[in-house]
């Protein structure tokens, strides 16, 4: 039955009347309702090699996926469609367009680190990113068998762009098994019937599916977004195109709100960043000594200050702590002195935020006293018999009141 395969050799033909050879109600769980569909001829790529299924409809009727099994081209439509039944199919060429630029420049970059590495490609796959029905990109992953450094990475795909500029033709070619026999090409598989070529002219030949474009210069721009050491060999990441374009336009205008929020020139950016955080580490332990001498100031007072004296609870406003400091100030005094120290900071719309810790050998319950807080201040909330915090809805004056009580109970 097999149908005959147009894309193969013109990957340009986008709609086709042809006739049905063969349709039924596919019984396949994935495809519940829809019919298994073969024609005569056909345009519609089918999924595989590292791609899905070209988009399209037959006879006005969605076409959701097309497969090859046992060696047959099958189109699962959305519809009814009889055997003997005209069949007229229309692909989405904008779709097939943006995956073969972005796949033929990816037989060109395998092509020239086959050349100059000998590495082969040994994975791959594209995929699109819809926002609704709208396309908005296309991008392809590539794993080859080998390592290389930044600079030659830089010098493939500046070569990949300087043969997409020299325009050369690109085409597919059918040879039979006697003739493969003497053509040198890179393939993942040992392919022994079908083979299908697409040719590089001067670049690259590979064994391929997929339709192909008719030159070099039609990939428009390839631009290898990101690349890693990847199971001994590197996974690159490429775009082509449109989409490569409207990546460069993308980091075009972050870079111009990078060059606004450093006051940088365009390429002193990374540069200009890399100073001001150098600046900010400075500063940031800068206020880290500080929060220490501030912290060490409230203990020197805690220890000093003949009203603390012999007291179980002590409270201490510390307007400018933040949680951390409070808490280095609550361990420095606990381990030193016996005492349940509370630490209020934060003050914000008539509440304070507070820890309460305490020396080991003090007989109180935090978490009784946590209780407490809650109960006679509306406080909230909780911890640990070595360490309670939250927050208290109460004023200085009160707060003092609540734990002077404490002390004479
Ligand atoms: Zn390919």
Redesign the pocket.
């Known amino acids: 039955m097999k149908t005959k395969k147009i894309f193969d050799l013109d990957a340009y033909v986008t709609t086709l009347d042809t006739i049905v050879l063969d349709s039924h109600e596919s019984d396949r769980e994935e495809y519940k309702g829809c019919f298994e569909v073969i024609t005569k001829e056909s345009i519609f790529s089918p999924k595989g090699?590292?791609q899905n299924a070209d988009k399209g409809t037959i006879n006005g009727i969605n076409v959701k996926d097309v497969l090859t099994i046992d060696g047959e081209l099958i189109h699962f439509v959305e519809g009814e469609i009889k055997a003997g039944d005209k069949a007229s199919l229309s692909i989405d060429f904008e779709l097939r367009k943006r995956r073969m630029q972005v796949?033929?420049a990816?037989?060109l970059i395998c092509g020239l680190f086959h050349k100059r590495f000998g590495f082969d490609n040994v994975g791959?796959h594209v995929s699109e990113e819809y926002d609704g029905d709208t396309l908005l990109r296309v991008e392809a992953v590539m794993d080859i068998d080998g390592i290389v450094n930044d600079d030659e990475i830089k010098k493939i795909e500046e070569d990949a762009n300087r043969a997409i500029g020299e325009n050369v033709q690109i085409y597919a070619s059918l040879p039979t098994h006697e003739e493969a026999q003497s053509i040198d090409f890179r393939s993942k598989i040992d392919i022994e019937d079908n083979l299908r070529l697409?040719i590089i002219d001067g670049y690259d030949v590979?064994?391929?599916?997929?339709p192909?474009l008719k030159s070099s210069g039609e990939i428009q721009v390839v631009k290898i977004l990101d690349y890693f050491v990847h199971r001994g060999g590197m996974r690159l990441t490429l775009v082509a195109g449109m989409d490569a374009v409207k990546d460069y336009a993308f980091l075009h205008t972050q870079n111009k709100e990078f060059m606004r929020l450093l006051s940088s020139k365009r390429e002193d950016c990374a540069s200009s960043l890399e100073s001001k955080l150098i600046h900010c580490n400075e500063e940031h332990e800068e206020i880290n000594n500080l929060k220490k001498e501030i912290t060490k100031i409230y203990l020197k007072d805690i220890f000093s200050n003949p009203e603390y004296e012999n007291k179980k609870y002590i409270v201490c406003f510390a307007p400018s702590f933040d949680e951390v400091m409070a808490r280095n100030l609550i361990n420095e005094t606990v381990a030193k002195k016996e005492c349940a120290l509370t630490v209020c900071f934060d003050n914000k719309n008539d509440s304070f935020r507070f820890v309460t810790g305490k020396s080991d050998a003090l007989d109180i319950s935090l978490k009784d006293l946590a209780t407490k807080i809650r109960n006679d201040l509306s406080g909230r909330g909780g911890g640990s018999d070595k360490m309670i915090q939250g927050s208290i809805p109460a004023d200085e004056e009160n707060i003092i009141k609540f734990f002077a009580n404490l002390e004479t109970d």
């Open positions: 090699g590292g796949h033929n990816e037989h791959f697409v590979c064994a391929c599916c997929a192909c």
